[in-house]
Structure formats: structure tokens, C-alpha cells
């Protein structure tokens, strides 16, 4: 499976005059080499040269672990604590021959630390983005990545489910609370991780669609707005519900039919060979006919895999055509100061004849 995906990388950035590709802790370095390791103080990436085996510069203590997992050609730039890290990179630059080659970088992900020591190790080298094309590689997900998140949604909502059977969402609870017992929830379900930080915000606090949670005290009448999601090999659910403590207000009544009215438009109108910006535009409208529309402060959705932000973005302006494989979440939200918040948020896949929407769980306040 890496060969492939490897191969896949050096006809692009062979296509985009690119001698050498280097790839970060993250998504792209375990989705073409299946390493998966994190940024510290102990350099750690690979680089995958137009022709020929990849090169990787890890510390001493990761080998056992990366060996299970790179492509068996691989050659690998190790170093220990007491010698320091500088060497190996005039090692791979030698090996490569990356003077002066003109050398892609993930620019959301390369920190200066790695670029300053390849700098020295191969003088006169360009840097060239990767991500205007290197994104496309992972768009389309194969049947084995959509199970794996298939199953990182299943054990997001039975996580949820065991939150409201336990009564954890009650009066009285802080925000703080419910995040750690639906933390605690996902990984007695088998979750691998979190996708993300749980976002639980109640009341005002709602009313923040990025809002943390905080050690404020659930109180009658709130709005709760939770937004969730696990990881299973790496692919990640995300999902969010709304929630209200005691009888809903007719406004907070209202705020929920236009967001699900708008969820709703969004996830039916997805279908292959449809612009992106479409799907933000059928939610969008559903919305401002409520009346709702200056308080819709974001984008529709965006895409969802090894990470939980990434391409495609169903925002206006993208004219990125869908195709079946792309998998993105649709979450529209509305956003009272003062008063609260309500998001509904799915993942969806397109499919050769349209979409399937992947979240089961209810979507009712």
C-alpha cells in the first residue's frame, strides 16, 4: 500500500519539478510511509527523493518501533542525545545530492528547526510548496479508510449514548466534567485517541463555536453544544449535537429547525461533480430564510480523514469539484451572543450516484 501511495507521490512532484519531497510528523508522513512518530525537540522526517529509496532522520529510540512500519528499502539517518542531531542531515543532503535540487515542503507543517539545518546541509536549495497538489492524494479515501472511520463514528456516538444513559449532561455539571467522561467514554469504546480537544460550552459560552470548555456550572434553560470525535488507524470522526438543560424557548426552538433544516439541505444536495461551494450555499440559504443568516459566521464544513481539518472546504468561493471518495463533514451553526449556539454536524462520503451520510445519531434537541 505505501509503494503505491509513494509512487503516486514522485509522479506528482516529478510532474511539478521537485527533486525532493519532505514529509513532517502527521498525516502525510504515515500515509506514505505508515510511520507515525511527533514533533519534539528530537528531529524527525523522511524524504522522498524523485528516484530511488526514501531517507529518514530519526532519533536512536524510535528505529525499533519505525522498522516495523517503513517500506523495507528505507534508509535510515539515526542519531543519539549526546551527539546531537546536525550531522545527519549533511548526511542525507550528501546522499540525496540536494545542493542546489529544488526540495518540497509542507508549509503548514515544516518548522524552522528542519528547514535551518537542510539550509546548511545543501546550500542554494529551493523550497516549493506542497500543498497545492499534494492534498489531492489523499481526497478520495478507499473502502479501508472509510471503514476506519466508519468505525471511529460508531464509537463517537455509542460514547455519546453512554453519556446520556448515564445522566452525565445534567444541572450543576461543569462543562469540564462532560468533556472528561466523554474522553473517558470514547476510549472504553475502543477508541485510539482523540480527533480533537471535546469541545462542551453551555449557555453563553455556546455562542463561541471554538470555545473550550470551561469550570462554569450547567444551568436551566442552556443551550449545550458538544463537539466530538475519536480516531481509529489514524482516521478521525467529528461530530457535534446540540442539547438544551430543561424546556427550549420558542427562539431556541427556532435556531434548531433552521439548523437542521440547513444540515439537512447541505448533506442532500452532496453528489459527485458538484462544486464545493455549492454545499455551503444549499446550507446557507436554509438558514438565512429563518432569518439567521448574520449569525452562520462560518463555512459549511470541511474535509475529514487522517486529519480533521483538511481538503476539500465546502466554503463559497471553492469551485473543487466532488468525487466519490471525498469524505467532509456538514455543519452548519447559529450563534446568538448572549443567549447560545446550535450546530448539527454529520460526515459524509460521495458516492459514485450521490452521498451517504455516515453519523446515525440523532440529531433532534
Known sequence: MHTARLNALRHLQVANG??????????????????????????????????????????????????????????????RDEEGHEHVFHQVAEELELDG???????????????????????????????????????????????SMRRA??????????LLDENAIRLGRTELEVAADLRIAMLREGGQGEAFSPIVVAGPNSASPHAGPSDRPMAEGDLVTIDWGTQVDGYRSDITRTFVLGAPTPEMEKMHDAVLAANQSGRLAV????????????????????????????????????????????????????????????????????????????????????????TTLSRDL
Open 18 to 79: 521537485i527533486d525532493c519531497v519532505t514529509l513532517m510528523p502527521g498525516a502525510n508522513l504515515y500515509y506514505f510511509t505508515g510511520l507515525t512518530t511527533h514533533l519534539s525537540e528530537r528531529p524527525a522526517m523522511a524524504f522522498v527523493p524523485a528516484k530511488g529509496a526514501i531517507a529518514v532522520v530519526l532519533p536512536d529510540l524510535e528505529v525499533p518501533g519505525a522498522r516495523a512500519h517503513l517500506p523495507e528499502d528505507a534508509r535510515l539517518f539515526t542519531y
Open 101 to 147: 535540487k529544488r526540495i518540497g515542503v509542507e508549509y503548514l507543517a515544516m518548522r524552522l528547526l528542519e528547514q535551518r539545518r537542510i539550509e546548511q546541509a545543501a546550500p542554494g536549495c529551493q523550497w516549493m510548496a506542497t500543498e497545492p497538489w499534494m492534498p489531492t492524494l489523499r481526497k478520495r479515501k478507499d473502502d479501508s479508510e472509510i471503514a
Open 153 to 162: 463514528i460508531e464509537i463517537a456516538e455509542k460514547a455519546m449514548l453512554r
Open 271 to 358: 453528489r459527485p461533480k458538484m462544486a464545493a461551494q455549492e454545499i455551503d450555499r444549499a446550507a446557507r440559504r436554509a438558514i438565512t430564510l429563518a432569518g439567521y443568516g448574520e449569525y452562520f459566521i462560518h463555512r459549511t464544513g470541511h474535509g475529514l480523514g487522517l486529519e480533521t481539518h483538511e481538503p476539500p472546504y465546502m466554503v463559497e468561493g471553492n469551485l473543487e469539484l466532488l468525487e466519490p471518495g471525498m469524505t467532509f463533514t456538514v455543519e452548519p451553526g447559529v450563534y446568538l451572543p448572549n443567549m447560545g449556539g446550535v450546530r448539527i454536524e454529520d460526515n459524509v462520503v460521495v458516492t459514485k450516484d450521490g452521498s451517504e451520510t455516515l
